[in-house]
């Protein structure tokens, strides 16, 4: 079972918060939410259940123009998008640290952690790339409800922290990861703060959420290849899915021309 100090529940909403997970996209926050999950925390919040609920978009877009805007973003407005989760992980949360840091001074934060260069490359050869190649800018067009909202968005969560993608600089970029973990180490009292790197397995983890060591292995999840597998796999759903609904029409078409075809024949060959 996983640890939990007592906090105060809104009745709307009995879970509440207690794992920030706020390290940057491709420094090991997929297998710490499946870590996690193993300790007992259940699903965390993360891209990934934006992805799956496409819905959550509009909500999201709309506080993050209010933070660039400067306009007041308060913990009351993430119940309704966070308040079944204990953990947040990855974007959209992490743009607002500050405000979740805020809103639940109990929740323990674990701040994932990569060399820059690592990351860099990581970044380059996944998320980078599988937001703009022309089979993604073709399912998007095929899909315009799911993959055609949702691509424009995840480019808005990483445009936030690194600047224009379409114009991104190595320097400008590892700058801003580095700007982004002082801005957070900052913000969160060390007593409650774990900086975390992929490949320290179990130990510092569970001494800091004051939970018993699993005998499983620590999880590894979303490595690149992975990453790129999924991608091309969601792709090619759609493309099949596209496929599906116009070869319908086409076969009804054929049916029914080969059927009047038929019919005149046969009428002909009895005239």
Request: glycine content about 6%.
């Amino acid at each position: 079972m996983a640890a939990s100090a007592p906090q105060t529940t809104d009745a709307a909403y009995p879970v509440q918060l207690e794992v920030l997970v706020l390290g940057f996209c491709r420094t090991g926050t997929a297998s710490t939410r499946a870590a996690l999950r193993i300790l007992g925390y259940g699903e965390s919040h993360h891209i990934g259940r934006v992805m799956m609920n496409p819905s959550e978009i509009e909500e999201w877009n709309a506080l993050i123009d209010a933070k660039i805007d400067g306009r007041n973003v308060d913990g009351a407005q993430f119940k309704e998008l966070l308040g079944n989760f204990k953990v947040v992980a990855d974007v959209p949360g992490i743009i607002f640290a500050a405000e979740l840091v805020q809103a639940y001074p109990q929740a323990k934060v674990i701040l994932t952690t990569r060399d820059p260069d690592s990351w860099w490359n990581s970044l380059q050869q996944t998320l980078l790339v599988i937001l703009d190649t022309r089979h993604t800018r073709l399912a998007r067009w095929l899909d315009p409800h799911g993959l055609g909202k949702f691509v424009p968005f995840a480019r808005k969560n990483l445009k936030f922290f690194l600047g224009p993608l379409d114009s991104i600089e190595e320097a400008r970029a590892k700058r801003r990861y580095r700007e982004y973990y002082e801005d957070i180490r900052s913000l969160v009292p060390s007593g409650k703060l774990l900086e975390y790197r992929m490949g320290e397995g179990w130990d510092r983890l569970c001494e800091f959420l004051n939970n018993d060591t699993p005998r499983q292995p620590f999880p590894h999840r979303n490595d690149s290849t992975s990453i790129l597998e999924g991608s091309n796999k969601q792709i090619y759903s759609i493309y099949k899915r596209w496929a599906a609904k116009m070869l319908l029409p086409a076969t009804v078409v054929l049916a029914v021309s080969f059927a009047v075809y038929a019919q005149t024949h046969c009428v002909r060959s009895t005239g």
